[in-house]
Nanobody
């Protein structure tokens, strides 16, 4: 059983910053990629960013490019999301996710494991 546990959510004013963290634990687990999605009330769960451990490449949704940075430690099965210049429209539950097979993109069905989510609220 693989578990992903997020932390770091909270309430912040517009223009502020937050850093989310996610740690994977459980059976011997080596992911190919880890990432983040988010879901606002009444909306679909949308891709935010991912990082692939082979080469350390990163990929971002257009809505967060230049403001969010994903990083992590493959050996520790940990991924982070540094969120700067936050906007009220970034308000959502943020979910950590992981994939244990090669080739990954921004689609929800491509990911194998999910965390329970952490709430991020940005006030105007």
């Amino acid at each position: 059983q693989v578990q992903l546990v997020e932390s770091g959510g909270g309430l912040v004013q517009g223009g502020g910053s937050l850093r989310l963290a996610c740690a994977a634990s459980g059976r011997t687990f080596r992911s190919y990629a880890m990432g983040w999605f988010r879901q606002a009330p009444g909306k679909e769960r949308d891709f935010v960013a991912h990082i692939t451990w082979s080469g350390g490449s990163t990929y971002y949704a257009d809505s967060v490019k230049g403001r969010f940075t994903i990083s992590g430690d493959n050996a520790e099965n940990t991924v982070y999301l540094q969120m700067n210049s936050l906007k009220p429209e970034d308000t959502a539950v943020y979910y950590c996710t992981a994939r244990d097979r090669p080739r990954v993109g921004p689609r929800r069905y491509e990911y194998d494991y999910w965390g329970q989510g952490t709430q991020v609220t940005v006030s105007s």
